[in-house]
T-cell receptor, first 114, second 113 residues
């Protein structure tokens, strides 16, 4: 199946700094990518839809100025957590491609803000 | 709005036991339904899917049948193995191609030998 690569898999950063997470589609072009966040023992919640060449669409309650999404090419979307705080610590995962029969997920990024 | 409800975990079973993880959904239309599995330290992998009512998805001994009348998509396996220990997510997708998924909270399965 299609491959989506997410990097880094784990990152620890200091409070107040910014962290960038990359999501790449390795063997296909993705005009749309999705970013999810997973809290411990909770479901994956959709944060935003990343559209190549245009602004991302954010879900209600997600701060667009805090979670910057850039989808500059058909194979790469980035999520930047700006001025990170401990409450931003979470598991972030992207998905790309697919149809209404399947979506392809990255490995996820465990962010810890200390 | 659309939603997915999964049974609470964790589920702890002995090897070769029968597994059922309940999943029900709420949707305005006719969604596609999925089960994803997340092994420790890995991303989500599609386990099985069903795109219309009465379809049965199956893979690796797991099965789930799309029941429109009960809005359910319960996951079953006749004989679990230690290697099945993971977190299982029920999800739905509705609408155009490439639509985002709506997930249940996930159910942790732990199988001991």
């Amino acid at each position: 199946g299609a491959v989506v690569s997410q990097h880094p898999s784990r990152v620890i950063c200091k409070s107040g700094t910014s962290v960038k997470i990359e999501c790449r589609s390795l063997d296909f072009q993705a005009t749309t990518m999705f970013w999810y966040r997973q809290f411990p023992k909770q479901s994956l919640m959709l944060m935003a839809t990343s559209n190549e060449g245009s602004k991302a669409t954010y879900e209600q309650g997600v701060e667009k100025d805090k979670f910057l999404i850039n989808h500059a090419s058909l194979t790469l979307s980035t999520l930047t957590v700006t001025s990170a705080h401990p409450e931003d610590s979470s598991f972030y995962i992207c998905s790309a491609g697919g149809t209404n029969t399947e979506a392809f997920f990255g490995q996820g990024t465990r962010l810890t803000v200390v | 709005g659309n939603s997915v409800t999964q049974m609470e975990g964790p589920v702890t079973l002995s090897e070769e036991a029968f597994l059922t993880i309940n999943c029900t959904y709420t949707a305005t239309g006719y969604p596609s339904l999925f089960w994803y599995v997340q092994y420790p330290g890995e991303g989500l992998q599609l386990l099985l899917k069903a795109t219309k009512a009465d379809d049965k998805g199956s893979n690796k001994g797991f099965e789930a049948t799309y029941r429109k009348e009960t809005t359910s998509f319960h996951l079953e396996k006749g004989s679990v193995q230690v290697s099945d220990s993971a977190v299982y997510f029920c999800a739905l997708s509705e609408g155009q191609a490439g639509t985002a998924l709506i997930f249940g909270k996930g159910t942790t399965l732990s199988v001991s030998s």
